[in-house]
């Protein structure tokens, strides 16, 4: 699975605040992707909290030598991926080196580093963040301050909450909000 409960947060050992971030999700593991290259398959057994990241219960050390794995080796799936399946696009995370100027899938935060969401949707001068509790922000992105692993907006909440919309409301291009689902999740 490529997204879900764990997909893109960043990840913790008891005794390291950063080892890297969620790339891939499966029903018996998370695929972790570190700097400089590392790689780490740990089974959602040793998951120990999930909240704003997800923390596995065991020091570095241990993750280091149970679970490194190479990045060349091919990631492990439950399903057919929502892109097309050529040898160029292999998961999210190549598709973000391919496109590295898209905002598609960064998460928001506001000014004072609150959660805002991700963003789903970008258009020339909005992004279409969806946020916690079913709510979507299309926030114009001329707020936008920095842009690194997440986008960092100049206003705070509860400023960000005039930008709120119905989450089923039209996206900003016209297209119904379904698009979305339907361009990530295609039928066969």
Do not use: C
Not at 123 to 137: A, H, L
């Amino acid at each position: 699975m490529t997204s879900g409960k764990y997909f893109n947060k960043g990840v913790k050992a008891l005794d390291a605040p950063h080892i890297g971030h969620v790339v891939r999700e499966t029903p018996d593991k998370v695929v972790v992707f570190g700097g400089k290259q590392e790689r780490y398959d740990i089974p959602i057994k040793e998951i120990q909290q999930v909240g704003g990241n997800v923390l596995i219960g065991l020091p570095f050390k241990d993750i280091i030598e149970k679970y490194t794995v190479s990045r060349k080796e091919p990631l492990p799936t439950s399903r057919r991926d929502p892109w097309p399946a050529d040898d160029k696009v292999v998961d999210l995370a190549t598709y973000e080196g391919k496109y590295p100027m898209s905002l598609f899938n960064k998460g928001v935060r506001a000014n004072n580093e609150d959660d805002v969401g991700h963003v789903m949707k970008e258009t020339n001068d909005k992004i279409v963040v969806f946020g916690y509790s079913n709510s979507r922000f299309d926030i114009p992105k001329s707020h936008i301050i920095a842009v690194g692993r997440n986008v960092i907006l100049d206003i705070n909440f509860p400023d960000i909450f005039k930008y709120e919309l119905d989450r089923n409301a039209p996206l900003p291009s016209g297209e119904p909000v379904s698009k979305l689902i339907d361009e990530a999740y295609p039928q066969d």
